[in-house]
């Protein structure tokens, strides 16, 4: 009999609202990245420009300012208690930046993938942008079975891949590219 792997995304599907709108809050930028969340999710922009543009308002934040943020996003608590219950088979697959959403992934007890960052002469620097779909390769084995669980447009690429497709429309209706 084959395994199973959950591999979630994060944003609107384990939290309860968008990371990136509420690290925008931090600067009064909330209803500017609100729209430009929005348009990704629904797969109006490329989603790797959506997130070149978000991050380039972003990045002067410090990052303890921003994981602090983070850090107050309240989550599913049926996924989250579904993790800790199943941790071994969970992983999570994020754009989301590494150093932005580092512990609160690492507070979930799971395998899970990101964005990456760098600090260059002092300043955050956008890395590689994870790609999904790559993502769930790495977590395919002979006998395993991918479910993916999301719920926007860059979902797409983990579905692809994924033998059981569950689109989640727990904070927002699912990206019509997912149903």
């Given amino acids: 009999m084959a395994d199973y792997i959950f ?10 609202k968008e990371l990136l709108p509420c690290i925008a809050g931090i600067i009064g930028l909330t209803e500017h990245m609100d729209a430009l969340t929005t348009k990704a ?8 420009q959506s997130l070149e543009q978000r ?15 983070v850090s107050q996003v309240p989550l599913d608590p049926d996924i989250v208690a579904f993790i800790a219950a199943n941790s071994p088979a969970c992983a999570i697959i994020t ?5 932005w959403a580092g512990p609160l992934l690492n507070r979930l007890g799971c395998r899970y993938f990101t964005s990456t960052s760098a600090v260059q002469d002092g300043e955050l620097c956008l890395g590689t942008i994870l790609d999904k779909a790559e993502a769930v390769k790495r977590l395919r084995s002979k006998d395993t079975r ?3 669980i999301g719920e926007s447009a860059n979902d797409v690429p983990m579905f692809r ?17 997912l149903r």
């Fill in 7 to 16: 591999a979630f995304d994060l944003d609107g599907t384990i939290t309860r």
């Fill in 41 to 48: 999710l629904q797969g109006d922009v490329p989603f790797h």
């Fill in 55 to 69: 991050f380039a308002l972003l990045r002067h934040i410090p990052v303890n300012t921003v994981q602090q943020a």
């Fill in 95 to 99: 754009a989301n930046l590494d150093c």
């Fill in 146 to 148: 991918i479910v993916a």
């Fill in 161 to 177: 891949e994924a033998d059981i497709r569950i689109a989640f429309g727990g904070v927002h209706p699912p990206a019509p590219q």
